[in-house]
């Protein structure tokens, strides 16, 4: 057996989740509606007109998953809370069913020694506080920070570690800036803003955190590395640009309290001058830092591609998912690097990595998803190989434990360890399921 990629004892072996795209029924107990609730019932912008309003039916069904979670051999689970379960209105009056589900999960998990690794903000704003502006609104750190301070007071006494935002870069860019995730706006003099309001959301919980909590509190970043297409100076400029515009935007305020130079050249008159007192706010040293982590970017330059005069194009002699994404495990170790290379080398944890397929029909109730066997190898590989140079990476948290509703796509992209359809609502295990429960049970590849 190689022992070169054995990962240290007490290393984390996770799956990963969020609330709207397994819970299902997302109106319940006097739960309120989120944007995600709002965008997915509004005609043409999900896949198939899909909601979440079944998916994997995980409100109810909890106790199931749980076991499948605990038969895996996992030690955390990473999992999000949907705001407007516990504050329908976004602030003010808790609404206790809500919280008691979440409250049953946590101790459910905890039975089977299996930590807790919660996410406060998934994307599923309240629809109460966007109708007051939403993430636009400057007051909006405020309402983060209070609803945290809400989950810190009811759950830190069991859970390990927080994560106060997944994927900002997401939420801003791909919901208002391109418009094609909730609340679906295309502005250009949004999605700075927005950034900048998630990241002061971040530091407030933290501040809010370090003041009453006992455990750890990071944040989750999709971080992308990029390269250029040809090693023309146009097209290493244009990876720079593309760099700057995934990676650093938020990178850099969260660790050296700036923006990089290049975002007020890409976004022109729609970047702000921000108070350098928010930067210095944002700049509060977080516990650990989230990877999450699917591909790279392989970037030609192209002016006619607002903001960036660049476009990530698809690589016709390199294998891919079913989203288009390349698969390129060495750009997992070269990312976790970075951060011990160019960011002080911060505790990490891979929140998020997986992979869709188009995988075949369950034969005899078992799907064999190769392709994500061979995907999941080689990147545990790759995380492995980072720390063999010395990365501070803590855990492995696997997206996704079940098919799910995967946003703008629906149930068309599978990224699931089991298969769940909605109308059925099975959970029909696939090989890579049988390969996580190895890779577990030896602390490693090592096959
Ligand atoms: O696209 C796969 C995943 N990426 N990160 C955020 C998750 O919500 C997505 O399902």
């Known amino acids: 057996m190689s022992t070169d990629h054995a990962f240290p004892p007490g290393f984390l072996w996770g799956a990963a989740t969020s609330a709207y795209q397994i819970e299902g029924d997302p109106l319940a107990d006097g739960a309120g509606p989120s944007i995600w609730h709002r965008f997915s019932h509004t005609p043409g912008r999900v896949a198939g007109n899909a909601t979440g309003d079944l998916a994997c039916d995980h409100y109810h069904r909890a ?42 999960l946590v101790d459910r998990l905890l039975e089977q020694d299996i930590q807790p690794m919660i996410t406060l903000y998934h994307w599923d704003l309240p629809t109460a506080l966007h109708d007051r502006g939403g993430w636009l609104n400057p007051e909006s750190p405020a309402w983060f920070a209070d609803y945290a301070q809400v989950l810190f007071r009811a759950l830190d006494d069991r859970v390990a570690a927080w994560v106060t935002i997944n994927e900002p870069w ?3 860019v791909l919901g208002h800036l391109e418009g094609v995730h909730a609340p679906g706006h295309a502005d ?48 290493r400029a244009a990876a720079d640009r593309r760099d700057a515009f995934i990676n650093r935007w938020l990178l850099d305020p969260l660790f050296f309290g700036r923006y990089p130079e290049a975002m007020p050249a890409i976004f ?4 702000p001058d921000f108070p350098s007192a928010d930067l210095e706010r944002i700049r509060r040293p977080a516990d650990f830092i989230g990877v999450n982590y699917y ?9 006619s591609a607002w903001p960036l005069g660049a476009t990530r194009i698809q690589r016709t002699d390199a294998p891919s998912t079913a989203m288009g994404w390349e698969v390129y495990p060495n750009g997992l170790t070269e990312t976790l690097l970075r951060l011990k290379t160019q960011y002080g080398n911060p505790p990490a944890y891979i929140t998020e990595n997986g992979a869709a397929f188009e995988d075949p029909a369950p034969v005899e109730d078992r799907v064999e998803d190769a392709h994500r066997v061979a995907y999941l190898r080689d990147h545990i590989t790759a995380a492995g190989a980072a720390l063999q140079e010395g990365v501070n990476l803590r855990g492995y948290f696997l997206w996704s434990l079940l098919d799910n509703f995967e946003w703008a796509e629906g149930y068309t992209k599978r990224f699931g360890l089991y298969r769940v359809d909605p109308e059925e609502q099975r959970r029909i295990p696939k090989a890579s399921a049988d390969f996580y429960r190895k890779v577990i049970a030896s602390n490693g590849v090592g096959m």
């Open 188 to 235: 250009a003099f949004e999605a700075a803003r927005v950034t900048h309001h998630l990241l002061l959301a971040h530091a407030e919980a933290c501040a809010v955190y370090r003041a009453i909590g006992a455990h750890q509190i990071g944040i989750a970043l999709n971080l992308e590395p990029q390269y250029p297409a040809s090693d023309s100076a146009a097209d």
């Open 63 to 104: 106790q199931e998953d749980v076991a499948l979670m605990a038969n895996l051999g996992l030690n955390a689970y990473r999992f999000s809370i949907a705001w407007g379960r516990v504050l329908p209105d976004g602030r003010g009056r808790v609404n206790q069913r809500g919280l008691d589900f979440y409250q049953r």
């Open 295 to 303: 591909s790279r970017g392989w970037v030609q330059a192209d002016p």
């Open 170 to 172: 997401v939420a801003a």
């Open 268 to 271: 022109g008159p729609a970047w």
